[in-house]
């Protein structure tokens, strides 16, 4: 691989779990001349990517190059608090209910939903106008696969599924055009702006980046708006990552390797993070992903499978599995840390309990609240509401006070008898003994009894969760891998 970056050509490399693709990307950096950029994923690992490579190889996030180019004249405008749907309808002046097709309606509120909806697809999407193909579907509409089907099923039920369709983006789209107007003013005040905007900002002027390679790390949890940055640049284009590591298609991320212009295509198989009994193990959710990647262990690690009574980290599907596996960790006299730091979640803890009781909080996420039924409604109508939700059903099932004494006595990793964190958070991750949380839950099973399909965005995060150990196993909360591919079910 490393010679083959050296060519100048276009190049893709398919790294499985453990196969060491950033040391790769450092050691063929090394030999390059000319100006290089690495792109991280987030600001952690670009951070930690400076620190080790070369001096001439620019480490950053597309965020980062983006602030510098357009963000810093919208800084002010970033400080701004949260703002729910509703007074989003009150800034744009919506005040009618609209209909859709023959039984819906639009709320203002609804309709200032979807249309900051349809501005978050667009700054996305690589796209250069926004238009109808951002309008999201409300609930029980066909996508356009299933329209085209009713063409020619039943047309009576196609021309009322598109003309509710078309009353939809009539009356999104010009709101959706007024906010995003809005956006692009460094003085506007109607809508919240945030990071993404200005990346579709810079995006919007085609960026020539100064550079002679562009690598792009992680490259299959990119979204389409950074792989055209990095696609469109003249110069020698390298992507890498692993497609069955995608963790975040939820937030309109692609597999960009799979389309990647490249002369060469590489394939890094080769783990050293862990032996053949972990590697066994992964590849029984690359075998349901049906991808032609296997994984090859490092046949210097004697790696085990099973029960680890005492494991370095626990691996949680959820943000509450999380914080329930930190409760019963301290239950159990042990010293929990939280990957990520518990210092946010308890200070936010604190801000929804001032809220309960009445009070106004001065917590910048929430402080634009009056109650707590205030951010519940937040949370339930509109997108701008999801990075809350999670926490939003942690208050309301263990309450603030408990979540607040709780995480409160977490410690620092290198203090910690146990590391816990989410499956999605460990990604990038790795210690020695790793033990699986039982709230990665089966999927139900068919009205014949047989297993029920396993979700791809399922499959994936198993694979990321269970190639976090290097030394240790315990399955937990994914043995039940083992009915999908009991050719593979002996470790």
């Known amino acids: 691989m490393i010679d083959a970056c050296r060519t100048g050509q276009g190049l893709v490399v398919e790294a499985a779990a453990g196969a060491g693709k950033t040391s790769t990307l450092r050691m063929a950096a090394s030999g390059m001349r000319g ?8 600001k952690a690992a670009a951070v930690e990517a400076k620190a080790s490579f070369p001096s001439h190889v620019r480490c950053s996030t597309v965020h980062a190059l983006a602030f ?90 196609w021309a009322q599924e598109r003309r509710a369709r078309d009353d939809l983006v009539a009356a999104v789209l010009p709101v959706a055009r007024r906010a995003w107007a809005d956006l692009q003013d460094p003085r506007g005040t109607k ?25 792009l790390d992680e490259a299959q949890d990119s979204n389409p708006l950074t792989a055209s940055l990095v696609t469109t640049q003249q110069c020698q284009r390298i992507a890498i990552g692993d497609g069955c590591q995608q ?65 370095d980290a626990v691996l949680c599907r959820t943000n509450a599995g999380a914080v329930a ?40 996420e929430l402080f634009a609240f009056t109650s707590w039924a205030q951010v519940q409604e937040y949370c339930e109508d509109g997108d701008g509401g999801s990075d809350l939700r999670v926490f939003v059903k942690l208050i309301d099932d263990y309450g603030p006070d408990q979540i607040i004494v709780g995480l409160s006595r977490a410690v620092d990793e290198h203090r910690a008898d146990v590391v816990v964190s989410t499956a999605h958070k460990s990604k990038g991750r790795e210690w020695a003994r790793v033990a699986i949380q039982d709230d990665f ?47 593979l079910a002996v470790a």
């Open 35 to 42: 100006r290089v950029l690495y792109l991280a994923y987030n």
């Open 247 to 311: 963790l975040y298609g939820w937030r309109g991320a692609v597999d960009a390797l799979a389309s990647w212009p490249a002369e060469t295509r590489l394939y890094l198989s080769q783990s050293w993070r862990f032996g053949e009994r972990v590697a066994n193990e992964a590849n029984k959710w690359l075998s349901i992903l049906g991808t032609d990647l296997r994984v090859r262990g490092n046949p210097a690690l004697p790696s085990t499978i099973g029960p680890v009574p005492m494991p």
């Open 441 to 487: 839950t089966a999927p139900k099973k068919d009205d014949d009894g047989n297993p029920g399909k396993v979700q791809r965005a399922d499959a994936m995060l198993a694979y990321v969760a269970v190639t976090r150990a290097k030394l240790a196993l315990d399955r937990g909360g994914l043995a039940w891998v083992d009915r999908y591919v009991p050719e």
């Open 191 to 215: 809508i919240r702006y945030q990071h993404d905007h200005y990346l579709k900002q810079w995006q919007l002027t085609a960026p020539e980046l100064p550079y002679d390679v562009v690598m």
């Open 325 to 364: 596996r930190v409760l019963a960790a301290l239950d159990a006299g042990q010293r929990p840390a939280l990957v990520g730091g518990a210092g946010e979640l308890v200070r936010l803890a604190e801000a929804a309990a001032e809220l309960k009781s009445g009070r106004r909080t001065n917590h910048p």
């Open 68 to 157: 510098g180019a357009v963000g810093r004249e919208y800084a002010g405008r970033l400080r701004a608090p949260r703002q729910s749907a509703r007074e989003t309808a009150r800034r744009l002046d919506l005040r009618d209910e609209v209909p859709v097709g023959s039984s819906m309606v639009l709320t203002p509120l609804h309709l200032a939903r979807f249309a900051l909806g349809t501005v978050d697809r667009f700054c996305q999407s690589a796209d250069h106008d926004l238009d109808s193909r951002h309008v999201p579907l409300m609930p029980g509409m066909p996508t356009p696969v299933e329209l085209h089907r009713l063409h020619g099923e039943d047309r009576a039920v």
